[in-house]
């Protein structure tokens, strides 16, 4: 339950933010290559407001080397994301008033306009990547440090220092090639 909830708290959270013009950047751009995996402007701008994709490169950074080193533990997400994915439901519709389902769309709406997507089919792919994501970066964390006890504000100070270490160990597999 712990999971689903981390999950849900850290979407809700990506859902508070605004959207604004597009970067300067073709979509097939590379920003970063992160252990031969590259990340584009165009998988930023998907996950993120035009503003804010080169704010959340470290982030993105940290979530692609948590999700190698939780596929190389062996560690299986598949279940928490389904249960996830179910529990999130979908799209709200325009009738539905109510605090969430509003900060959903007001994220939601300016993001598929950009994408030229629907919003229904840009809420599944969003939801679908950020919880497969939060899932694993979850996984790992409490496979590292173990289940949080109490004091989740220390639990979170230690989950923060570990990928920052992790980051550490693998500088020389981390290339940046676009900044803001």
Known sequence: MYKILC???IIYLIFLTGCSDSPKYNDEDVVAIVKG?????GELRFLYPDEEIF????????????I??????NIDVSKEVNETIKALGD??????????ANSIRKFVEPQAEKLALAPEAYYKKYIEI???TGAYVNAYIQEVLGEPRDN??????QANKHLNELVEENKVEIKI???N
């Open 91 to 100: 799209y709200p519709p325009d009738h539905i008033d109510t605090d969430a």
């Open 130 to 132: 950020t919880t497969e």
């Open 37 to 41: 995996e590259e990340i584009t402007i």
């Open 55 to 66: 704010n959340r490169l470290d982030g993105t950074i940290k979530a692609k080397l948590v």
């Open 152 to 157: 989740y504000e220390k639990y979170d100070e």
């Open 7 to 9: 999950s849900i708290i």
């Open 68 to 73: 190698e080193e939780a596929k190389k533990m």
């Open 177 to 179: 090639l676009i900044s």
